[in-house]
């Protein structure tokens, strides 16, 4: 086999492996992406699934966080409050 013929079939089996690679990390990207812009989304999808489950809270006072740790100190006074932490998606 001849050099050049050598060089060819090595470039196309390189060329090969190289699109394989590069599908196969196509793919894994884009299932990726895919399921990251589902998961911000996940709290819309959830209220659109499931309207039944959805509280409507318009008549509440919003409570601050030194309620809160008065509102434990009176329920709990043997206790102390350490920390205040909550979840901000809401």
Known sequence: ?????????FKRVLFRLHWIAGIGA???RAVVGFTGGLLGLEEPMLHVLNPQLAVAASNRVALTPDRWIADMRAANPDKTVRNVSWNGAD
Do not use: C, H, K, N
């Not at 086999?1 to 079939?9: C, E, P």
């Open 1 to 9: 086999m001849s050099i050049a013929v050598q060089r060819s079939l």
């Open 26 to 28: 196509g793919l894994v």
